[in-house]
């Protein structure tokens, strides 16, 4: 692993995994995204990770359009590095993931190394009422979905917008196989060090929320990229920050926001996307790290700025 003098503070602020009836904190319109993005970013995150909704209903969208509700305000808003998601969700064909990355043509996007299955109804049985019909049907569909990322498909986007567009990637990581995937990759000269490799536990239908296996994504890591690769990673939902605080004490740099999780601390709702970068800061100055700028997260993983 590269090992930082600093921490890069990744926020991821919307996603498609949760819905509205699960926290108003939630960003669904333009407004909200912008604003909490830029919060977010003067709260001490690097990075900003983004997806688009409909902000009549907060169903996530993948329209360029929609993006650039949005993307000019956090621009002029924020120096932060703009990670535009291609993994959008579950129900949207390739084509639709890829298509606000491809106009946008950001320095940083996410690449996601495998199909899988990507289950997040658990949540649904907690509810009685839902603020939009479609909540519910959404969150339970996950259990018979696939997200789907074949090898034909993370080819397409290194070469629509690795090679031909300079957007480098965030490596999403559900599975130790998928980072033999990148492995796979790298060795046909598609992926391109320093690897940014995002390690995601707690998806069922993903690697667990054990702490071990954080340890043993790394030692695996290690042995595959050697020196050539950055580790971030997080857990999505309760375990979040403990995930993100062991990533830094392994060398590694951090994702939060609530497209993973909803909350600030046991049984209570974060208040916006600023509120976990700020208390995830918190933490790590505590703990003697610096946390990275825009400018520094740049130099390190080789953006095109
Ligand atoms: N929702 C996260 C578990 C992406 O946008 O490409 C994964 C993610 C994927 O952020
Ligand atoms: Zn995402």
């Known amino acids: ?60 969208s993948p329209a360029p359009d929609r993006f650039y509700e949005f993307l000019p305000a956090i621009k002029a808003g924020t120096d932060a590095v703009v990670n535009i998601t291609t993994g959008g969700s579950t129900r949207m064909t390739v084509q639709e993931r890829l298509a606000a990355a491809l106009r946008a043509q950001p320095e940083l996007a996410t690449m996601n190394m495998g199909s899988m299955n990507f289950v997040f109804s658990g949540a649904a049985r907690h509810y009685d009422t839902w603020k939009f019909p479609w909540e519910r049907d959404y969150l339970l569909g996950s259990e018979d979905s696939i997200f789907a990322n074949t090898f034909t498909q993370i080819e397409y986007s290194f070469r629509e917008l690795g090679d031909a567009r300079g957007t480098r990637f965030e490596f999403e990581c559900y599975d130790i196989g998928h ?43 290690d042995k595959l990229f050697g020196d050539d690769y950055y580790l971030s990673a997080f857990a999505a939902g309760r375990h979040q920050m403990s995930f993100a605080i062991q990533s830094t004490l392994a060398g590694g740099h951090v994702r939060v926001g609530l497209e993973d999780n909803l909350y600030i601390a046991k049984g209570e709702l974060a208040k916006s996307n600023a509120d976990q970068v700020g208390k995830v800061r918190r933490i790590l100055t505590e703990l003697g790290l610096e946390i990275a700028t825009p400018t520094d997260a740049r130099a390190m993983l080789q953006l095109k700025g």
């Not at 692993?1 to 600093?6: D, F, I, L, T």
């Not at 602020?13 to 819905?19: D, E, F, N, R, S």
């Not at 939630?26 to 407004?31: N, R, S």
């Not at 995150?45 to 997806?51: E, F, P, Y």
């Open 1 to 60: 692993m590269k090992k930082a003098s600093k921490v890069i503070i990744s926020c991821a602020v919307t996603g498609a995994v949760h819905t509205p009836t699960m926290s108003d904190a939630l960003p669904i319109t333009p407004a909200e995204i912008s604003e909490q993005s830029i919060a977010a970013a003067e709260a001490g995150a690097a990075i900003l990770h983004l997806h688009a909704r409909d902000p009549e209903t907060g169903y996530p």
């Open 179 to 221: 980072l033999y995937t990148l492995a796979h990759f790298a060795d046909r000269g598609l992926a391109k060090p320093p690897f940014l490799v995002q390690c995601i536990f707690g998806i069922l239908g993903g690697i667990g929320a054990d702490p071990a296996n954080l340890s043993h994504m790394i030692t695996v890591a």
